[in-house]
């Protein structure tokens, strides 16, 4: 069993169709993975991806609603949010500081939803995605689980940080090689990452690999593939 916690719909330069992307995932012996839509450009077509991926799900895909805190009305969340699985926060894409006060509004929504939330998190010179930074809305919303992407850059303050809280997680997309899973299992356990692809930015073969190569139990192993996964979406 793998499920993907990492994987976007709409991306430019790729074209495929959700079915497309679920036969290439298949064939990698995918059998589950959250979706989201990649930045469209206005708050109008990301929505309208938003509800596309809920339209075409299937069995398959787990959809979590990207969204804009900046534009979105509590409203409309709160109506939204029993659709989905759970939430991708960009800040970059959507240009927004998630330490922002005037968020909290959008935060206790989530928080009271109860469902897990992944956000990108990538040194860019940019203090909105800097995972040394934004891991602080850990501490600021102790009931929602935060799901940092690309490794939170494999940051040794992050991850220091990271064993203080039991609210925070990383997905192993892009920034990540057997060598860093496996010093980063020993550190902070395998209850705390989980395996995510980035598709269509990275191969989901590649990504796998790392996992599949790294020298750690196989009982870590399934934490990271689809066990951790399980756990932060299908919650009772």
Not at 68 to 76: G, H, V
Not at 101 to 125: A, M, Q, T, W, Y
Not at 134 to 162: G, M, R
Request: aromatic content about 10%; cysteine-free; proline content about 4%.
């Amino acid at each position: 069993m793998i499920i993907d916690f990492h994987t976007h719909s709409g991306v430019d330069f790729d074209g495929s169709t959700l079915n497309e992307i679920k036969e290439k995932m298949k064939s990698n012996g995918i059998r589950k993975a959250v979706i989201f839509p990649s930045t469209q450009g206005s708050y109008q077509k990301l929505m309208e991806k938003n509800l596309e991926n809920i339209e075409k799900a299937g069995d398959f895909f787990v959809p979590f609603l990207r969204l804009d805190p900046k534009n979105i009305k509590t409203a409309e969340l709160n109506n939204l949010q029993r659709k989905f699985y759970g939430f991708k926060l960009h800040p970059r894409g959507e240009n927004f500081d998630p330490l922002d006060k005037d968020l909290e509004g959008i935060f206790r929504i989530i928080e009271k939803s109860r469902k897990p939330v992944i956000i990108h998190s990538r040194k860019e010179n940019n203090k909105n995605t800097d995972p040394d930074r934004i891991i602080e809305i850990a501490k600021i919303y102790p009931h929602i689980n935060f799901v940092f992407a690309h490794f939170a850059n494999d940051s040794d303050t992050f991850f220091s940080k990271l064993k203080e809280l039991k609210n925070a997680y990383v997905d192993t997309s892009i920034v990540s090689s057997t060598f860093i899973i496996k010093r980063r299992v020993d550190e902070v356990g395998s209850d705390r990452i989980l395996f995510g692809s980035d598709y269509p930015f990275s191969d989901q073969e590649i990504e796998l690999l790392k996992i599949k190569k790294a020298d750690i139990s196989e009982t870590e192993r399934e934490n990271i593939l689809y066990k951790n996964a399980e756990r932060l979406i299908f919650r009772d």
